[in-house]
């Protein structure tokens, strides 16, 4: 089921894996996405959703303002009293997910997700897809 469609971003809900995906296919993160991953967060509690696939993968250069744009939202959007496991996976390129990596520990250190939403990178639908489905 669809619940938001732009030509950069698509927010789906899969009923039988319980699955929300936010698919973004812009060249670069803009003003479109961050709404959409808000609404995608707030659909998350307001349905009872427990996961969410981010499908970032495209072919675009990473950028530390790419990954700011993740993490920081989880803690405004997230209520504290939200005491349910959440989790969320991003697909992103294996360029982007190099990236990440070799800046995970700066990264880390100024924005750590809320203690009951864990957070993992993946370049791999399918994996990341397994996962969700193994939580």
Known sequence: MTLFHTPEVSLTYHPTSEILQLSYNATQLS??????YQQALEQMLEHNV???LLDLKRNAPPTDDEFEQLLPPL???LPAYETRPLFIAA???EGQYQ????NSLAASATTLPPANVEFNYFTSRREAADWLGNN
């Open 50 to 52: 427990g996961k969410l």
């Open 99 to 102: 990236y990440q990596i070799g």
């Open 31 to 36: 003003v479109s996405f961050g709404m959409a």
């Open 91 to 93: 697909v992103v390129s």
């Open 75 to 77: 803690a405004s959007v």
